[in-house]
Structure formats: C-alpha cells, structure tokens
C-alpha cells in the first residue's frame, strides 16, 4: 500500500511539473509571438500578447530563483509598444513631473522609455522660454536617474543611449539659454528611419579623385613605357 501511494504520490508531482512547463512554454510562444509582431510594426497584436502574460510573471516574480527580471522584461516591452504607438501620456502623464521615479529601479529598460517619453509628450506644449526650460530640466532629471539606477552589466546598453540623450538635452538646454536657439527641434521630424539621404553630386563625383600612394620598391620601377623589350630566345 506505501509503494502505491509513492508511485501516486510521484506521479503527482511529475504531473504538476509537466503541467508547469507545458504553461511555460505557452507564455514563452506568446512573447515571442508578441516580439514578432511588434518587429513587423503590428503594435496593436504585440501589445495583446504582452497584457497578456504580464498577470502570469506578476505571479512567477514571487518565486526566489525566477525574481522580477522577467516581469520587467515585459513591462518594458509593453512600455515601447506605447511609446511606438505615440502613446507616451500613458508613460509620462502631464500630472506627473517625475514619471521616472514611478518605475521600479531594477527595470532601467523602462526607465529609458518613460525619460524619453517624457520628453517627447513636452515638446509640443514647449511655447515659450520657461515651459521649454522647465520641460529640459525634466528630462535631464530623468535621463540623470537612468544613469544612476544602470548598474549592472546588464544596464550597459540603456546607459548609453541615456548618457547620449542626456547629452543632447543638456545641449538644448544651453543654447536656449545663451539665445542661440527659440524652439525644440520637432523629434518626429526625421521619421521612425532617421534623416533621408541627399541625391549625389554629379559635379563632385567628377571632381574626385583618389591617390593611392606606391609602395617603396614601387617608386624605384620605371615609368610607364620605358621598360626594355625582353629578349627573345633561340
């Protein structure tokens, strides 16, 4: 009767582990089905699979060995289908004058979409000199706390394009107060693939040339049309 109960007993248990892998396995199809789409610009699918896995590693994130990477990976995600989708009030309310610090530290992933959001969703309410100002300090702030939580090896690529962008922002912010500059320049203006590239100049295609330095036993040869006529045999 003992053995009996074992063999159940451990039936059960292969059985929860199964069942537990079969589940992860799903949601792991699911993210990657929503990376896929959201690759191909279909944020609205990519989106619908994030909202929903994000219960499940809500759930998986109290679990010790698996911890909240997870859950943070996905609200990243989720984060930049917003902010794809133009959506940065959802990020950065207008309420809110440090969206950033809404965002738990360990996620830097987020961290950096809700800094730049916050910056984008300001440029158009940027009228004059104090609001424009007042929305570069913001983002400062923001790019700065990004820069701050990005500790781990991990954070390195985040902190990077947060130690540009702040940068940037600080380079606006100091032309606007020396005068050199009265606007933002407008963030969308090159489009989601960058600046378009200029047609060539066909008088400068004419006009360049290129010089390819001889190599030292090069320049001892004759020129062209002074080598002497080999001999001939027999």
Same mark, same amino acid.
Request: negative net charge.
């Given at each position: 009767m003992k053995g009996i109960v074992r063999y159940l007993a451990g039936a059960a248990v292969?059985?929860?582990?199964?069942a537990l892998c079969l589940g992860a396995s799903r949601l792991d199809r699911q993210v990657a089905d929503g990376q896929q789409a959201f690759l191909t610009s279909d944020?609205?699918?990519a989106g619908a699979s994030f909202d929903a896995v994000e219960p499940y590693y809500e759930y998986a994130s109290?679990?010790?060995w698996i911890g909240e990477d997870p859950l943070n990976d996905i609200r990243a995600r989720r984060g930049a289908v917003n902010y794809w989708r133009h959506? *940065?009030? /959802?990020? $950065?309310p207008e309420e809110r004058s440090d969206p950033v610090a809404d965002v738990p530290p360990g996620n830097v992933a987020l961290q950096l979409i809700v800094a730049d /959001?916050? *910056?984008r969703s300001g440029v158009p309410r940027a009228k004059d000199r104090a609001a424009t100002l007042a929305l570069l300090e913001s983002a400062i702030a923001a790019y700065r706390s990004v820069l701050n939580n990005a500790r781990r090896p991990a954070d390195a690529p985040? /902190?990077?394009? $947060? /130690? *540009?962008?702040?940068?940037h922002v600080v380079r606006l912010r100091d032309e606007i107060v020396k005068g050199?500059?009265?606007a933002l320049p407008d963030p969308d203006a090159d489009g989601a693939l960058g600046q378009h590239g200029k047609s060539e100049d066909a008088e400068f295609e004419q006009e360049f040339k290129q010089y390819?330095?001889?190599e030292e036993d090069e320049r001892d040869l004759p020129a062209a049309g002074e080598f002497e006529a080999p001999s001939r045999k027999g």
């Open positions: 292969l059985g929860i582990l199964g944020y609205e699918r109290v679990v010790p959506e *940065y009030e /959802a990020l $950065a /959001a916050l *910056y985040y /902190a990077v394009e $947060a /130690a *540009y962008n702040y940068e050199r500059r009265r390819i330095p001889l």
